[in-house]
């Protein structure tokens, strides 16, 4: 478990978001959440929901059976009767008074557990702790509910704008299509798949509104969704390269040229450190990942072993001898570039590890 769960982003993280990163990061334990003064707990194996004997009330579930008109009181009634004189548990009189087959009892608990999580999506300013567990789980009733689908169902609910406004990013935030996950991984809707194809080339959130045809409301929510399953993300703080009016002289180009090597080079040792060998194979894949994108001087470019890289001559000095244009190409290239690369840091590393990183490269080489 990374240190986020026990940093101030994650009190306040929206709910919905905790679970993406339980989920993401595969981890097992419960997830203590006090929301209007009512605590509830969630379970999880390996990244799925579970619902077990720590996270399990029945008298919530007899009362969830209750108001969502399941049962009626003179049915409870009985079966509480039941137990009593049996000493057995409430599920086992369920079942024994005829009240559901076994069959049905197990799919409403299921739709209980998934109902107790969905519940939550909408919390602000929730008390929450996470404790990870290491050993087995304990009694099991449902086991593997899948976090991606109560993501996807969260988001598809959500009509409060303030709940909304919590998971998106601001405005003027520029929001990118990830490559995280495949979306066949995923029962996206027609709606959520055409929202992220608006977002190559990357957006901000105003402009994706503006230029969606799916409505304000159904964007928003679709947009929600992609976030949380990581299939979008914001582009977060990245360096520049260069700022709006650099110099674009032939001296001008080699110092920012240096200085973008430097910077890559100050990544993959940042990477290094921390994954060892497997670092270079997640820059370059990183780098595989945007180089359509590219300036053609950076589209065959070579990834050197410190993690720096090197243009063939030729397009070199073609881009020495072309025009501002080209130059400025150039300078949104590795911008992409950077921006790639601080993403595999968040996301191999975690938020902590990229803000800190970018604050160390905004310090590298930068003239004041």
Known sequence: MDDWFASEEFARAPVARVLAEIWRQGLSGSLYVRAGGVPKCLSFERGSLVLDSVSFEEKDFLRYLLTTGRTDLIALTRVEDDAQKTGGSTLRSLVETSLFEPDRLWDLLRTYAREEALSLFASAGAEREFHTRSGPPARVYVEAIDVPGLLLEG??????????????????????????????????????????????????????????????????????????????????????????????????????????????????????????????????????????????????????????????????????????????????????????????????????????????????????
């Open 155 to 368: 988001a598809r609910r959500m009509t409060d704008e303030a709940a909304l406004d919590r998971v998106l990013p601001a405005g003027g935030e520029v929001v990118r299509r990830l490559p995280a996950f495949s979306t066949d991984a995923f029962t996206l809707s027609l709606t959520e798949r055409y929202v992220l194809g608006l977002l190559d080339p990357p957006r901000t959130l105003d402009e994706i509104s503006a230029e969606s045809d799916a409505g304000a409301a159904g964007t928003r929510r679709a947009l929600c969704a992609l976030l949380l399953l990581g299939l979008a993300g914001t582009a977060g703080p990245k360096p520049k390269t260069a700022r709006l009016g650099a110099d674009l002289s032939l001296a001008g180009m080699d110092r920012i040229m240096g200085l973008f090597n430097a910077r890559c080079a100050f990544v993959f040792k940042h990477v290094s450190k921390e994954v060892g060998p497997v670092a270079f194979n997640l820059i370059e894949k990183a780098l595989d990942e945007v180089r359509g994108r590219l300036d053609p001087a950076f589209q065959s470019a070579d990834l050197k072993p410190d993690g720096r890289f090197e243009l063939k001559s030729l397009l070199r000095v073609n881009a020495n001898i072309v025009g501002d244009d080209c130059r400025r190409s150039m300078l949104r290239s590795m911008d992409e570039i950077l921006a790639a690369e601080v993403l595999v840091v968040k996301r191999t590393l975690g938020p902590d590890h990229e803000s800190a990183l970018v604050r160390s490269l905004e310090r590298l080489g930068e003239a004041p």
